[in-house]
């Protein structure tokens, strides 16, 4: 294959340069007598190089017929070794190869001087070719031996200033959901009901660090605000339906693994005032309750699937402490606060699990259990959102809260209270979602 490679290059080489050459028309005959006379000498080249690579194993790669390969160009080296009085022979097959392409460049150069188109000083001057090697190659040189050690060292004239770029350990991300609902009920509809428009907003903003190593701190701020028209409630316009400010933060210290000691803190209150039905007292108020919880413990990171579809977090606290404060004055009552004060403190064991499961590409499935005791009342509740995915930017959710609470002295007391401290809340809405 070689051999037809180098053929055919140099037929196109030599009808190139041939073609650039005007002639007399009886001077035609000599120029194809001539052009034999030189595809036969590069046929008895490439027979010698076959049988010279059939030395070794395999051909080896050599760069020696460059001079052959570029237009046809009067070299010193040729010229050196034909009028040199010493032999040139060699057994290393690589320096056979060189011998033999200047042998046919001499010959090129007595026989078809006119189809020299270049010299190598042309070729210098275009800095095709390395000028920094002078040394003469000796019979027994080896090659091997000639090759100067490398340095990936830069070599630069001018100070460098080395500047340490930490990576950034930071990650954002947050979503944006814009849910409306209308429903009408004529006025003989046979069960009865009252027309409302309802409207939910919600933001959810991330910031975590993870130094990859030992330390990790997750924020998380959830903020939800949902209104609902009611006909029958003439002191408002609008009732929230949703109505939650809440701060998470967790900083943790590995201990093993996925393992970290951690100290999680839970700040959540009401971004607006809630009434009661056709009253202007307040249920509840922004701050009022203002819940904080401090919970030191231990933090385990959960990481399942080959793509990791399941994650989440589990945080356990053997001695939390739950502080209950409240800013208005006349809602001090119903959180079993002290006369005269504002907060009460209780301590207990507390537990917190946080789950993200992409059960396809189009819905996953976000999951909160919070547990709460001081061994005398107990706090549990357990929301879940379940996201489905229409297009890019139109979701549908739909959220599931059962919360079982019997610290509210409203219900220990028995007002508003059917017999059971379990609750349960459900909406369904489809609108605009916004991932960042």
């Not at 000599?30 to 059939?54: I, K, P």
């Not at 039905?277 to 990481?303: C, E, F, R």
Request: aromatic share 14%; with cysteine; net charge neutral.
């Amino acid at each position: 294959m070689k051999r037809f490679t180098i053929l055919f290059f140099f037929s196109l080489v030599v009808f190139h340069a041939s073609s650039a050459i005007k002639v007399e028309t009886d001077e035609k005959a000599d120029t194809s007598a001539l052009l034999r006379t030189y595809l036969l000498a590069l046929d008895s080249l490439a027979m010698e190089r076959d049988s010279l690579n059939a030395l070794g194993n395999t051909p080896e790669p050599n760069p020696y017929y460059y001079q052959l390969l570029l237009s046809p160009t009067l070299y010193s080296s040729p010229l050196k070794q034909v009028m040199s009085p010493e032999e040139h022979f060699s057994l290393d097959p690589q320096m056979q190869r060189l011998y033999a392409s200047r042998r046919m460049l001499s010959q090129l150069y007595t026989r078809a001087p006119l189809l020299v188109m270049q010299t190598e000083s042309d070729i210098q001057a275009q800095s095709a070719l390395r000028t920094d090697v002078n040394e003469v190659l000796q019979d027994k040189d080896k090659l091997s031996d000639k090759v100067a050690a490398a340095t990936l060292a830069p070599k630069v004239d001018e100070v460098v200033e080395v500047i340490t770029r930490r990576p950034n350990f930071w990650k954002f991300s947050g979503d944006a959901a814009l849910q409306f609902s209308q429903n009408y009920f004529s006025g003989n509809w046979y069960q009865g009901g009252e027309d409302n428009f309802t409207g939910l907003s919600t933001l959810t903003l991330r910031a975590n660090y993870n130094d990859q190593r030992k330390i990790s701190w997750d924020n998380t701020l959830e903020m939800q605000l949902g209104f609902q028209t009611t006909e029958s409630d003439k002191e408002h316009s609008f009732r929230p339906t949703n109505n939650l400010l809440r701060y998470t933060t967790n900083a943790g210290y590995k201990a093993w693994k996925n393992l970290y000691y951690s100290l999680q803190v839970i700040l959540k209150t009401q971004l607006v005032p809630a009434y009661k039905s056709n009253s202007t007292q307040k249920n509840t108020d922004i701050l009022s309750p203002l819940d904080v919880t401090v919970a030191p413990g231990m933090k385990y990171d959960i990481a399942w699937g080959k793509k990791k579809q399941f994650t989440g977090t589990l945080q356990v606290a053997p001695l939390a402490m739950r502080v209950i404060y409240v800013h208005d004055d006349d809602l001090i009552k119903n959180y079993g606060i002290e006369e005269g004060k504002n907060q009460k403190t209780t301590f207990g064991p507390s537990v917190t699990l946080n789950t993200r499961w992409q059960i396809c590409k189009q819905v996953n499935w976000v999951s909160r259990v919070y547990w709460m005791s001081n061994y005398d009342y107990h706090i549990w509740e357990w929301d879940n959102t379940i996201n489905f995915s229409i297009t890019k930017l139109i979701w549908a959710k739909l959220f599931l809260y059962p919360r079982f609470d019997n610290s509210n002295e409203r219900y220990r007391s028995g007002e508003n209270h059917d017999g059971t401290y379990m609750m349960f809340k459900e909406w369904f809405s489809l609108g605009l979602n916004y991932n960042f």
